[in-house]
Every structure is written in structure tokens, then in C-alpha cells.
């Protein structure tokens, strides 16, 4: 399986009965998680299979949280966050480990996201406008670290953070965003749900 890919589109023809031509739409889903500690939480893994792309801002906790996460086209795009090292993963997983980078990025419709733990902007809370001049060529930044979900559109590039979609510190329940992205419009939308425990 493969952690990073190439960007998959998925297409939708939409008749415009004015002319009598085919348009077609493109809009890519992206379900954005992070935080995971080894955990995820079946709820989010179900939207995950619902997108057509995931991304995992880091701190994974193991291999297996990867191989749960099934969008439709099978690209994840993970980085490691500060809890990814080869003393917390299993030994028999360090060769998987050391694939996943500290930085990723998604051309999408519409613009790039650039993926990273956020830790390196500050440890106890990462500071939106640090991620936003480490990349300015992005639209969005997705950034984990802290469990707290945070969407941050009032400039760009955007700044959101989906929070923990295990159990660990989740400030409220399971969380993870859901990026709808076009050539013309991104929206994103934010998921939690209630504590299992």
C-alpha cells in the first residue's frame, strides 16, 4: 500500500440543457484525521471510505491504522507526528515507518495542501501564521498535534486541524474534517461524534 500517490479525480457529467453539450464536473472528497495514537475510531473510518482521498496529519501509533483507512482510490497522504518513532511502533513496522515523511503535499482542483504534524510551530500550540509562511504556495495547511479541531479560513492559505480521530484527548469525541475541493470551490466541513466510552 501506498502512503503517497499520484491525485485521482473523480469525474461527474452534468448535462446543461440550454446547449446540447456535456460538461463535466470534477470534485475530489478528502477525509483529513490525525492523531490517532493507534486507534480510529469505525465511524471516521467509514466517512474515510466514503472519500476519494485520506490524509493523516501524524501521530498514527502503528501500521494498522493506515491499512484501516480505505478511501475509494486507496491514496493516503500520512506524515509522522512527534509520537512516530521507532521506540512507539512495533519493530516489525519500522520499515513502513521511515516511508512516511514529516511533510506531504495534495494538488487538488483548486489548489495545494501541504500536511504536517504542526509540533515544529510551536509544541503547545502551533502558531497558524508560522504554517502560513512555511507555505505559502498552499491553499491549505492541515496540521495535528494539538486534538483541538480547528478550521481557520479567514485568510489564506487556510490553516485547519481535525482534531484526534482515536480516543486519546479528544476535546469533545472523535473528530476529522471533509474537504470537498473543486477548480472553483473548497468547502470544509467538520465531524465529531460522541465518546464511545
Known amino acids: 500500500m501506498s502512503y503517497h500517490s499520484f491525485l485521482w479525480e473523480q469525474?461527474?457529467?452534468?448535462?446543461?440543457?440550454?446547449?446540447?453539450?456535456?460538461?463535466?464536473?470534477?470534485?475530489?472528497?478528502?477525509?483529513?484525521?490525525?492523531?490517532?495514537?493507534?486507534?480510529?475510531?469505525?465511524?471516521?473510518?467509514?466517512?474515510i471510505k466514503q472519500s476519494d482521498i485520506a490524509i493523516h496529519a501524524g501521530d498514527i501509533g502503528d501500521a494498522s491504522i493506515l491499512e484501516a483507512m480505505q478511501p475509494k482510490?486507496?491514496?493516503?497522504?500520512?506524515?509522522t507526528g512527534n509520537n512516530?518513532?521507532?521506540?512507539?511502533?512495533?519493530?516489525?513496522?519500522?520499515?513502513?515507518?521511515?516511508?512516511?515523511?514529516?511533510?506531504?503535499?495534495l494538488d487538488l482542483p483548486g489548489g495545494r495542501i501541504t500536511i504536517e504534524h504542526g509540533d515544529r510551530h510551536d509544541m503547545f500550540k502551533p502558531d497558524h501564521q508560522s504554517l502560513r509562511n512555511a507555505f505559502p504556495d498552499s491553499r491549505l495547511v492541515i496540521y495535528g498535534h494539538?486534538?483541538?479541531?480547528?478550521i481557520d479560513n479567514q485568510t489564506r492559505p487556510w490553516v485547519a486541524n481535525p482534531g484526534a480521530a482515536g480516543s486519546t484527548r479528544t476535546h469533545g469525541g472523535p473528530s476529522c474534517l471533509l474537504l470537498t475541493a473543486s477548480e472553483s470551490e473548497w468547502e470544509i466541513e467538520s465531524i465529531r461524534f460522541d465518546s464511545l466510552t
Open 146 to 150: 494539538t486534538h483541538k479541531m480547528v
Open 11 to 47: 469525474h461527474q457529467i452534468e448535462w446543461d440543457l440550454r446547449r446540447p453539450t456535456c460538461m463535466i464536473k470534477t470534485t475530489t472528497t478528502v477525509a483529513i484525521v490525525s492523531d490517532t495514537h493507534g486507534y480510529l475510531d469505525p465511524r471516521i473510518a467509514d466517512i
Open 84 to 105: 512516530d518513532h521507532h521506540v512507539f511502533w512495533p519493530s516489525s513496522q519500522s520499515d513502513t515507518l521511515k516511508t512516511i515523511p514529516l511533510i506531504a503535499k
Open 73 to 79: 482510490t486507496g491514496q493516503i497522504f500520512a506524515v
